[in-house]
């Protein structure tokens, strides 16, 4: 066996030092960034490294594992400093050596809590402290050890440091000058005539439209449902303005759905002359309203692009304008025209009903006492929670129901979160139950032509109404999950499933093994939370996405 390793041998050898040391001592640091107009860097004693994301993943799944982006600077840093980090063992150790813990193998779980908080303490990121937790997970398993990271607890704080770490928004207005400014750039930044005109058109809709980046630009490439296409937008030349038609937007002007009317201003930046201008130079292809000269659709990263490079010729610092910058510049500008505080929020909000079974009742109670209060802290995103929870609810009485909502409702919701089922799971056969969702949809399609539905997982209970054969009842519970998930998302709704509460976890149940208890509440309406921001702003269909 020597003889046959020394005639292949590299002459690679590997013999780890005995101490271990912390990446302050090492003076290794690495970080990344989640925006496709970024990337990643890598700090090692006195010497950087900056690595700018590739131009061809913006349309790939990357930018959703944080994990991955977070890897890619420490290869990065090994392949530059390697044989200067070569045998070094780093961190954990080091933290339990210096709070006086045993070096025991696989960690207490205390142990893994006390270096969570110590990692908060010391100001390190979410996605870094992950990653931390990750290597010791590595090492529980590589040593086919249990892993005690996968500890509900350690989930939740890793959860909670996320939450903390609230920035505040830096990013201006674009004001009316400045897109005036802009719009005269174009022809001076742009390839050619044609891209001037799209988006001279883009940014001067985006304004005037109280748009944001997901409603006229491609996000990913599943996102082009939600985008403003062709169909959809009218120049009606007769009266002189832009008609808009949103089919899922944050945007409803008026409360009587989200058809919006700009009129002719006359100026550079008229929306009316941008559209009429692009209008007649668009390819005739069908699909997505702002599109290149060869079909394709304008993406966000091209979007965000173009902006750069116009705030660059005016010599005009860049990082504090983004493409929401223009949403942020139009409710400026509304509110020095007079237009009331009720009316920019209308124009500006997204509007949810949240429609259920005493599930959503008692969820609702707990989060009036959270800090966040009933809009679960989801105010800053322009989000207004509205919660409609019955006891004793039923799939069969929710058209009754939504029917009475709006009588009562000041505007149209942009989206409505069902969580309803539960209840008529053993006392109506489930083929009946998919005809009920089905015949459900289409009431609401019909009713609401511009809103959103969210189907909210229905949750897994102990105890079932109308059998004592819980097996059953749950694989029932399973398969109407699935049909009402696939038949949302069909029509362009989304899935938000609550993957934490879990049957077995009798702690987060209340003594009627149905209702959930005060923790599961909380972290129902946590998963709610993180639903809603994910659904809304990132455009994703389900969440989480597991």
Known sequence: MWLQFLAYFNGSVYFPEKDWTSSDAVELFTDSAGSVNMGCGAYFAGRWAFFPWPQQWENLDLFRDITFLE???????????????????????????????????PPPLVHVIQFIAALSLRGLAHSTSRLYVAAISYECKINNLP????????????????????????????????????????????????????????????????????E????????????LQLDDVILDEIHEKVILRFRHSKTDQYGKGVTVEIPKTGKIYCPFM?????????????????CHFGGDPLTRYQFSSVLRKTLSFFNIEF??????????????????????????????HVIIWCVGSSIIKRAFMVARQRPGGSNLTLDGNGISLWWQGYSGLKLTDIQKKI????????????YILLHCGGNDIGCTPLKQLFAVVKTLLNFLQQTFPYTRIIW??????????????????????????????????????????????????????????????????????NSIQSGLQEIINGNVPVYPNL
């Open 403 to 414: 029917r009475l909502i709006s009588t009562f409702a000041d505007n149209t919701p942009t």
């Open 456 to 525: 909210s997982q229905i949750l897994p209970r102990a105890s079932w109404r109308y059998s004592n054969d819980c097996v059953a009842m749950d694989k029932a519970r399973i398969r109407l999950n699935s049909y009402a998930a696939k038949s949302v998302l069909n029509s362009g709704g989304a899935y938000l499933k609550h993957p934490d509460i879990k049957l077995y976890a009798i702690q987060l149940y209340s003594p009627d093994l149905v209702h959930l208890s005060d923790i599961g509440n909380n972290i129902f309406l």
């Open 71 to 105: 890897l890619l600077p420490i290869v990065l840093a090994i392949i530059l400093w390697g044989d200067k980090l070569a045998n070094k063992k780093i961190f954990f150790r080091v933290f339990r050596e210096q709070q006086c813990l045993p070096t025991c193998w």
């Open 147 to 214: 892993d005690v990271t996968n500890n509900f607890i350690i989930t939740k704080l890793l959860e909670g440091m996320k939450r903390l770490k609230h920035r505040p928004d830096t990013r201006l207005p674009i004001t009316l000058d400045l897109l005036s400014q802009l719009i005269n750039s174009l022809p001076h930044v742009c390839t050619n005539l044609y891209e001037a005109k799209l988006f001279s058109c883009a940014f001067s809709l985006a304004f005037f439209g109280f748009m944001g980046i997901g």
């Open 319 to 348: 990082k504090y304008y983004k493409s929401h910058s223009f949403r942020i510049g139009a409710a400026t500008t509304a509110s020095a025209a007079g237009m009331s505080d009720h009316d920019i929020q209308i124009a500006d």
């Open 274 to 290: 941008s559209l009429k201008h692009y209008l007649g130079a668009r390819p005739s292809v069908p699909g997505i309203l702002f």
């Open 216 to 227: 006229f630009a491609q996000t990913n490439r599943q996102a082009t449902n939600n985008v």
